[in-house]
């Protein structure tokens, strides 16, 4: 089974100050890794992934992850906020192995409030 | 970009009635999904289905819940008997490989009254 942290469930910023939102996951097996924005009254967006190669994956609105392995991490950052980036942001994951499923499972997300 | 397509958007419903919420995934994909994320807690796992059977369910996915592809281009989620706690954001999602991501709809907001 796999289960996804992420700590912070609300993280203001000011706009064009930099931001990261941490995820931590567990899983006794490998496992791909997503992000997902959720805008207010809309569905989920995939912001950006992490299957294999490059630690450093980089995503959509200047988004960039990094996979830490040793510290089963996936933290999300962006170097400037801007005002349209305040949404939802979800953490997800997904087992490697064929029969593992493709189910995802998420974290319970972390409110970004960009301010003036 | 195509996109996944869900209605309504929003669906208010008797307590111990039955709903119906439909979706229409991306033309090309083969792998179909159900979410829901109650008011305040994380998005929940609720079926996968491929070639016209459920691949893989939840514990949250009991009898009185049903899938089904009637048709090439629907995909529906049954909930023969509603209770207040089904209340929830059900998000539809579709895939053309399993191990590809997967596309969300916009969701639709059940209100069991």
């Known amino acids: 089974a796999q289960s996804v942290t992420q700590l912070d469930s609300q993280v203001p910023v000011f706009e064009e100050a930099p931001v990261e939102l941490r995820c931590n996951y567990s899983?006794?097996?490998?496992?791909?890794l997503f992000w997902y924005v959720q805008y207010p009254n809309q569905g989920l967006q995939l912001l950006l992934k992490?299957?294999?190669?490059?630690?450093l994956v980089k995503g959509i609105n200047g988004f960039e992850a990094e996979f830490n392995k040793s510290q089963t991490s996936f933290h999300l950052r962006k170097p400037s906020v801007h005002i349209s980036d305040t949404a939802e942001y979800f953490c997800?994951?997904?087992?490697?192995?064929?029969?593992?499923?493709?189910?995802?499972?998420f974290g319970t997300g972390t409110q970004l409030k960009v301010e003036l | 970009e195509p996109e996944v397509t869900q209605t309504p958007s929003h669906q208010v419903t008797q307590m111990g009635q039955e709903v119906i919420l439909r979706c229409v995934p991306i033309?090309?994909?083969?792998?179909f999904y159900w979410y829901r994320q109650i008011l305040g807690q994380k998005v929940e796992f609720l079926v996968s289905?491929?070639?016209?059977?459920?691949?893989?369910k939840s514990e949250i996915f009991d009898d009185q819940f049903s899938v089904e592809r009637p048709d090439g281009s629907n995909f529906t989620l049954k909930i023969r008997s509603t209770k207040l706690e089904d209340s929830a954001m059900y998000f539809c999602?579709?895939?053309?490989?399993?191990?590809?991501?997967?596309?969300f709809g916009d969701g639709t907001r059940l209100s069991i009254l």
């Open positions: 997800a994951v997904r087992p490697i192995l064929t029969g593992g499923g493709n189910k995802l499972t």
């Open positions: 899983s006794s097996v490998s496992v791909y």
């Open positions: 992490y299957l294999s190669g490059s630690t």
């Open positions: 033309s090309n994909h083969l792998y």
């Open positions: 289905f491929y070639n016209n059977e459920i691949s893989e």
């Open positions: 999602a579709s895939n053309r490989e399993g191990n590809q991501p997967q596309h």
